[in-house]
């Protein structure tokens, strides 16, 4: 069975830094499009940063600069680096994989469990 797998998640001071994880486990063959999402009390779920299979990247505006991610095709795992932290930064942040290629067909739009990120003041 395929797991999205998130770490890396916590308590940090404003300014401070995290840097998620997220493996994907199980008979994999491949994956194309990788993406962290957050959702914060009362706002809807947003793309932070997008990854293609071959490391091209994209952002929301509000963490360029501060964010980046970056995958590992041979460990199945996207990271997310958070640096200079903002309490606005406050979510639940969730991996995705656009489509995940197994023995038993492709397997669209995978989200992991979510991991919890948290930026005091």
């Known amino acids: 069975q395929v797991q999205l797998v998130e770490s890396g998640g916590g308590l940090v001071q404003a300014g401070g830094s995290l840097r998620l994880s997220c493996a994907a486990s199980?008979?994999?063959?491949?994956?194309?499009?990788m993406g962290w999402y957050r959702q914060a009390p009362g706002k809807e779920r947003e793309l932070v940063a997008g990854?293609?299979?071959?490391?091209?990247?994209n952002y929301a505006d509000s963490v360029k600069g501060r964010f980046t991610i970056s995958r590992d095709n041979a460990k199945n795992t996207v990271y997310l680096q958070m640096n200079r932290l903002e309490p606005e930064d406050t979510a639940v942040y969730y991996c995705?994989?656009?489509?995940?290629?197994?023995?038993?067909?492709?397997?669209?739009?995978?989200w992991g469990q979510g991991t919890q990120v948290t930026v005091s003041p």
């Open positions: 990854t293609t299979r071959d490391g091209s990247t």
């Open positions: 995705k994989a656009d489509r995940i290629y197994t023995p038993r067909g492709p397997l669209n739009d995978y």
């Open positions: 199980g008979s994999i063959y491949s994956i194309d499009g």
